[in-house]
C-alpha cells in the first residue's frame, strides 16, 4: 500500500482522525476505563489476609469435625445398616442452632455415600432445608424430581452400555466366526452353552430384562465372564432384538417421567409420583429433613406420616429419615403413631463450651487465613462472644470472618481485637435490620410510631400515644387500623424480637400501661422502614406528631 493511501488509524493509536472528529484515546476511553481507574486500585494495593474465606462460612462441610466424635459415631453405627442393604433406623437429632448438628449429618451422609459407590451398594442421601422447603406439597415435589433425575440419568448410562453391547456384537458377527450366536454363546473354556442358559427368557435368570428394575449399584446385565468371546455371554440376552428390546424399555421408561411443577398439582398425584421415581431402583434412601420443626409447624405432621410409612409399601426400596431440630420438644405435637415410628433412634448435640470454641476456630483459621493474619487474642474473644450465646459455632465463625473482612477493608495486615469488636457490632446491626425488613406492615407502621415519637423527645412512651400515631400513618397510606388491643399484641411482639422495650408499669388509681422505649439505633432502624415501598409514601409525617403532641 502506498503513503498516499495510508491505513486507516488503529484503536491503539494515541490520536485519529474518525468521521471528521479529533479524538485521543483519553478522549474515547473515557466511558469505559475512567470510573474503574482509582475505584479499586486502593482496595487491592493491600495484601490479602484471607487464604480460603469459605471455610468460614456455615455451608462449609469440614473433613474434621472437633468435639463431636460421638455424635458421628452414633450415626454412623445406625446408617451402616444402608451398606448391608437393609433400612437403617430413623433418627432425630437435636440441638441448639451452631452446635454442629447440620454439619455433622452432612459429613456422615458424605461418608455414606462415598463408601455405598466403593462397594456398589445403591444408597441415596438427599438433604431438604425445610425452612425453605416448609409445605407437604414443595418437601414432595423437589423429592420426586431429584429421584427422577437420577432415575433418568441412570437409564442413559444403561442405554449407552447396551449401545457398546450392540457394537460389540456388530464387530463380532463381523468376524470370521463359524459358531452361530443365535444358536450358542462361548462358555470361556473352549466349549458351548446353549443361548437358554443366559438368556432371561428361559426364566432361569432371576433378572428378567423386561423388569424396569436394575439391581445393584452395576447391572450383571452387562458383565460378562472375562474370558468369554461372545457379547452377550453371561447376560440375559440371547441375541441382538433382545438388546434393542431392553433400550426400548429404558427409553420408555425415561419418557414416562414427568417432572412436578412447584404448584398446581393434589398433593396425593405429587405423592404417587415420588412414591413411583424412589422404587423405580433397588437402593437405600436416606432422607435428611433440616429444620424439620419449621415443617411441622406450618404444614402438621402428614409429611412425616407418609415418609415414615412409605416402606410398607415399597418394593425394592428402602427410606430411611433423619430429623434434624433446633426445638427439643417439638415431637411433643406429633401424632403418637408418627412419634414412634420417627423418632427410633435420638441424638442430642450439646452446645459447645469457650475452649471447645476455641479449637473449632482454631481449626478454621488454619485454613482460612494467611500465616501470622490473626492476633493471639482474636480466636480467644471471638469463642468468649459465642460461649455467651449458647454455645453457638455458627455465631463464632461469623464473627471470625466478619472480623478478617473489615480488617481487610481497612488495609490492616494482622486482625486484633478492635476488629473482632466491630464485628460484634456489625452483625448485631445486621441482624436488627433483617429482622426490621421482614416485619409485616402493620408491625412496621407500630414500630415506625414508636420511631417518630421518640425523635420527637417523648420518652416512657405509652400505648395510647403509639395508638393515635399509628392511626395517621394508617391514613396516610390507606392501610386497614387495626383496634388498640391488637397494636399492643404487635407491641409485644417487637419485644419479644427485641425491636423495643415494653415494661408494664402502675399508674396508681389510673391503672396499668406499657411504657415503651425503642432498644435497636433510631436512624438504621426508620432506614430499613422508608426501604418499604409502602412506607416511604410517606412525605412528612411532622405535623401529625405535632398535633398529638399539642392534643
Not at 115 to 141: F, H, W
Not at 192 to 213: A, L, M
Not at 505 to 527: C, F, M, N, Q, W
Request: glycine fraction near 6%; hydrophobic fraction near 35%.
Amino acid at each position: 500500500m502506498s503513503d498516499d493511501n495510508p491505513e486507516p488509524p488503529r484503536t491503539d493509536d494515541v490520536e485519529g482522525e474518525t468521521d471528521g472528529f479529533s479524538t485521543t484515546l483519553e478522549e474515547t476511553a473515557i466511558g469505559d476505563e475512567e470510573p474503574s481507574q482509582g475505584l479499586f486500585d486502593d482496595l487491592l494495593s493491600g495484601e490479602p489476609i484471607f487464604e480460603n474465606k469459605e471455610v468460614l462460612r456455615p455451608s462449609y462441610t469440614p473433613h474434621e469435625l472437633p468435639h463431636r466424635t460421638d455424635q458421628i459415631n452414633k450415626m454412623a453405627t445406625i446408617l451402616v445398616a444402608a451398606l448391608r442393604g437393609e433400612t437403617p433406623s430413623n433418627i432425630l437429632i437435636y440441638g441448639k442452632t451452631g452446635t454442629g448438628k447440620t454439619a455433622s449429618a452432612k459429613f456422615v451422609s458424605k461418608e455414606l455415600e462415598s463408601t455405598s459407590q466403593k462397594y456398589s451398594v445403591p444408597c441415596d442421601v438427599e438433604y431438604i432445608n425445610c425452612e425453605v422447603t416448609d409445605t407437604q406439597y414443595r418437601v414432595l415435589a423437589q423429592l420426586a424430581n431429584k429421584f427422577i433425575e437420577k432415575n433418568e440419568a441412570r437409564i442413559d448410562r444403561r442405554i449407552d452400555e447396551l449401545e457398546d453391547r450392540l457394537a460389540d456384537l456388530e464387530e463380532h458377527d463381523g468376524a470370521d466366526d463359524p459358531s452361530d450366536p443365535a444358536e450358542q454363546s462361548t462358555d470361556g473354556t473352549g466349549g458351548t452353552v446353549p443361548t437358554g442358559d443366559v438368556s432371561s427368557g428361559t426364566g432361569t435368570d432371576p433378572q428378567s430384562p423386561s423388569s424396569p428394575v436394575e439391581t445393584g449399584g452395576s447391572s450383571n446385565e452387562l458383565e460378562p465372564d472375562a474370558d468369554s468371546a461372545h457379547p452377550l455371554a453371561s447376560t440375559p440376552f440371547s441375541d441382538r432384538e433382545e438388546v434393542l428390546a431392553r433400550i426400548d424399555e429404558l427409553e420408555a421408561d425415561r419418557e414416562s417421567f414427568q417432572e412436578v411443577p412447584m404448584t398446581g398439582w393434589p398433593t396425593d398425584r405429587v405423592y404417587s409420583v415420588f412414591f413411583e421415581a424412589v422404587d423405580y431402583d433397588e437402593r437405600v434412601v436416606v432422607i435428611m429433613l433440616d429444620e424439620i420443626d419449621k415443617l411441622v409447624e406450618k404444614s402438621g405432621d402428614d409429611t412425616l406420616y407418609n415418609l415414615s410409612r412409605m416402606n410398607s409399601e415399597l418394593e425394592n426400596s428402602r427410606v430411611s429419615i433423619i430429623g434434624i431440630s433446633n426445638d427439643l420438644k417439638f415431637t411433643d405435637f406429633l401424632d403418637p403413631r408418627v412419634k414412634s415410628s420417627l423418632g427410633e433412634e435420638e441424638i442430642v448435640f450439646p452446645p459447645y463450651d469457650a475452649n471447645q470454641l476455641r479449637d473449632i476456630l482454631q481449626h478454621r483459621s488454619n485454613v482460612a487465613f494467611k500465616a501470622d493474619a490473626l492476633s493471639d487474642d482474636v480466636i480467644p474473644l471471638c469463642a468468649a462472644f459465642a460461649a455467651q450465646e449458647h454455645g453457638d459455632a455458627r455465631r463464632a465463625l461469623d464473627l471470625l470472618r466478619t472480623a478478617g473482612e473489615l480488617a481487610e477493608r481497612s488495609q490492616a495486615e494482622t486482625i486484633v481485637e478492635k476488629h473482632v469488636r466491630q464485628a460484634q457490632d456489625k452483625i448485631e446491626l445486621d441482624r436488627v435490620v433483617e429482622v426490621v425488613r421482614t416485619l409485616p406492615t402493620q408491625s412496621k407502621l407500630v414500630l415506625f410510631a414508636i420511631i417518630l415519637l421518640e425523635k420527637n423527645g417523648v420518652h416512657s412512651i405509652n400505648t395510647g400515644e403509639v395508638f393515635n400515631i399509628y392511626k395517621r400513618l394508617c391514613e396516610e397510606i390507606d392501610a386497614d387500623v387495626l383496634t388498640q388491643r391488637r397494636v399492643t399484641d404487635l407491641i409485644s411482639e417487637l419485644d419479644m424480637l427485641g425491636i423495643v422495650n415494653a415494661v408494664v408499669v402502675s399508674k396508681g388509681r389510673y391503672g396499668r400501661t406499657k411504657e415503651i422505649s425503642l432498644s435497636v439505633p433510631i436512624d438504621e432502624t426508620e432506614a430499613v422502614l422508608l426501604s418499604d415501598s409502602r412506607l416511604s409514601n410517606i412525605d412528612d409525617i411532622q405535623p401529625f406528631v405535632q398535633a398529638r403532641f399539642e392534643n
